[in-house]
């Protein structure tokens, strides 16, 4: 069974750092391509990187270019999102999830950003 | 703001059909037969309903149904049921600076 599970949410001040981490089992990591959508309170979803499954091809929505930086460890499983320069509009459930070429097939429940002061 | 539009809501009731638009542009959805529709239960992850404009994962009801004309993506959910009720996303590929754009999201509500 394919389980993806994000940690690292947590309530942070505006011009803060985060690194989210995302668990992946159930399937082969290492030739996946995976991503992260977050989701505003009450708001729609929204992507916000992508990465290959070599991590040497990465992208980035406007909002976020230049101060997020998606990586991962294929030898850990895992799915990384470094946070940083966090604004209040930043606040959001962060999902990893899976990307096939029938779209993005599996989620994760997400982990919770908070940006106040 | 959303890079594709959705309405914000819809409504029907038990056993009626429905349909959700989802408006893009010729860099989104005109561009490309890669749109895919998300189904999201208050409180749940996004599930994958629809992919590829118009095919069903495995195990998604035949009741839920994908078309795309022009710039225009749609979801049809036949025979309405109370478990339909949910928000609707849809999604697609897109040649501008980003590389998904979602819509804005739909939320059904089943009378």
């Known amino acids: 069974e394919v389980q993806l599970v994000e940690s690292g949410g947590d309530l942070v001040q505006p011009g803060g750092s985060l690194r989210l981490s995302c668990a992946a089992s159930?399937?082969?990591?290492?030739?996946?391509?995976m991503n992260w959508v977050r989701q505003a309170p009450g708001k729609g979803l929204e992507w916000i990187s992508y990465?290959?499954?070599?991590?040497?091809?990465?992208y980035y929505a406007d909002s976020v270019q230049g101060r997020f930086t998606i990586s991962r460890d294929n030898a850990k499983n895992s799915l990384y999102l470094q946070l940083s320069s966090l604004r209040a509009e930043d606040t959001a459930l962060y999902y990893c999830?899976?990307?096939?070429?029938?779209?993005?097939?599996?989620w994760g429940q997400g982990t919770l950003v908070t940006v106040s002061s | 703001q959303s890079a594709l539009t959705q309405p914000a809501s819809v409504s029907g009731s038990p056993g009626q059909s429905i349909t959700i638009s989802c408006t893009g542009t010729t860099s989104d959805i005109g561009a490309y037969n890669y749109v895919s529709w998300y189904q999201q239960h208050p409180g749940k992850a996004p599930k994958l309903i629809i992919y590829d404009v118009n095919n069903r994962p495995s195990g998604v009801s035949y009741r839920f149904s994908g078309s795309k004309s022009g710039n225009t993506a749609s979801l049809t959910i036949s025979g309405l049921q109370s478990e339909d009720e949910a928000d609707y996303f849809c999604?697609?590929?897109?040649?501008?600076?980003?590389?998904?754009?979602f819509g804005g999201g739909t939320k059904l509500t089943v009378l």
């Open positions: 990465i290959n499954s070599g991590g040497d091809i990465t």
């Open positions: 999830a899976r990307e096939t070429v029938t779209g993005f097939d599996h």
């Open positions: 999604c697609s590929y897109t040649k501008s600076n980003s590389y998904v754009v």
């Open positions: 159930g399937f082969t990591f290492r030739t996946s391509e």
